[in-house]
């Protein structure tokens, strides 16, 4: 089963910095291309940022502040986050792209909980809990 684990969230003072981890299994992680995405309470979606064929991209808004990485040895996907601010609060995702299984086995294997976010041409699916971020003082 296709599995990304997100951990490293946690609550952090205006400022702060914090890097997140996502470890995945089940795919061969080192040949998708990879987005962080993240969702707070009651609103939409955002991309954070992305990795594709090893180069990064960030959301305009974000630039400067995070910074995107991955271990392909250990099947993991980082975001060094710093000078954090309040409206970074969100549960951060990570999700894989493409879908490293068939849209219709993944929407069987994680029934609700797969959601989805249209980045340009992109469709991104991630789901779970991913990690909470709050930046609060």
């Known amino acids: 089963e296709v599995q990304l684990q997100a951990s490293g969230g946690g609550l952090v003072q205006p400022g702060g910095s914090l890097t997140l981890s996502c470890v995945a299994s089940?795919?061969?992680?080192?040949?998708?291309?990879m987005a962080w995405v993240r969702q707070a309470p009651g609103q939409r979606p955002e991309w954070v940022s992305s990795?594709?064929?090893?180069?990064?991209y960030y959301s305009n808004a974000l630039k400067g502040r995070f910074t995107i990485s991955r271990d392909n040895d250990k099947n993991t996907l980082y975001l060094q986050m710093s000078d954090l601010k309040p409206e970074d609060t969100a549960a951060y995702h990570c999700?894989?792209?493409?879908?490293?299984?068939?849209?219709?086995?993944?929407?069987?294997?994680?029934?609700?909980?797969?959601?989805?976010?249209?980045?340009?041409?992109?469709?991104?699916?991630?789901w779970g809990q991913g990690t909470q971020v709050t930046v609060s003082s």
């Open positions: 999700a894989p792209y493409p879908t490293p299984i068939p849209l219709r086995e993944l929407k069987s294997q994680k029934g609700t909980a797969l959601r989805r976010l249209q980045i340009g041409a992109r469709e991104y699916f991630y």
């Open positions: 089940g795919f061969a992680f080192g040949t998708y291309d």
């Open positions: 990795i594709n064929n090893g180069r990064p």
